[in-house]
């Protein structure tokens, strides 16, 4: 089992839709979580981060989080056509916040 | 601050060549990581170092890649010789210290070994 895991995708969602892209890790006492967005040719930037289970908003971004269920997921709300990248879920792993595993990321088109 | 910054942008070379790709961290971070994409096989973490001190390197693929930290502002990532299946986008990262604290990436560098 791969230590992230996430849809590959293509994930097409309609412009102003919510787009919701989902992630699984293996490691149980992962505490640090993360969502990085990837513009093709250019290097990831996160656009959020979360810590503790629930969920977490900024602005049209919402991360969730299940510890139990080893599940981190990031809603899109009101999708634009800017939001079209790749998302890349990340978590760090044996207790160690240097060591971050990155999933294979899911690529994300919204369609005018 | 200008980010993390690498060079070169982009590298073009034939396999047997050593190559030598550079970052500079962001000031204070004290955490500098190494990693390859492709599409095959994703954003590998190569190796990182904290203040300056390799910690793990277990993803660097093969004795022919290596990589030095001689001070909190310039890293090294060195591949000799290189081959064909080296080609990828190399990124440099930097963090700084405590806990949950995210990572910064470079613009990478694309390397083509011909």
């Known amino acids: 089992q791969k230590e992230v895991e996430q849809n590959s995708g293509p994930l097409s969602v309609p412009e102003g839709a919510i787009a919701s892209l989902n992630c699984t890790y293996s490691d149980r006492v992962s505490q640090s979580f993360f969502w990085y967005r990837q513009y093709s040719g250019k290097s990831p930037e996160l656009i959020m981060s979360?810590?503790?289970?629930g969920d977490k908003e900024d602005g049209r971004f919402t991360a969730q989080l299940n510890k139990a269920s080893q599940y981190v997921s990031l809603l899109i709300r009101d999708s634009q056509p800017s939001d079209s990248a790749t998302y890349l879920c990340a978590v760090n792993v044996y207790g160690n916040n240097n060591d971050m595993r990155f999933g294979a990321g899911t690529r994300l088109t919204v369609k005018p | 601050d200008a980010g993390v910054i690498q060079s070169p942008r982009h590298e073009v070379t034939e396999m047997g060549q050593e190559v030598t790709l550079r970052c500079k961290p962001i000031?204070?971070?004290?955490?500098l990581f190494w990693y390859r994409q492709t599409m095959m096989r994703g954003l590998e973490l190569l190796i990182y170092?904290?203040?300056?001190?390799?910690?793990?390197d277990s993803g660097m693929p093969e004795d022919r890649f290596s990589a030095k930290m001689p001070n909190a502002s310039f890293s090294t990532l060195k591949i000799q010789p290189s081959e064909p299946r080296d080609s990828a986008v190399y990124f440099c990262?930097?963090?700084?210290?405590?806990?949950?604290?995210?990572?910064?990436f470079g613009p990478g560098t694309r390397l083509t070994v011909l």
């Open positions: 990262a930097s963090r700084s210290g405590g806990a949950g604290n995210e990572q910064f």
């Open positions: 979360i810590y503790s289970n």
């Open positions: 000031s204070g971070h004290n955490s």
């Open positions: 170092f904290n203040n300056n001190v390799p910690i793990d």
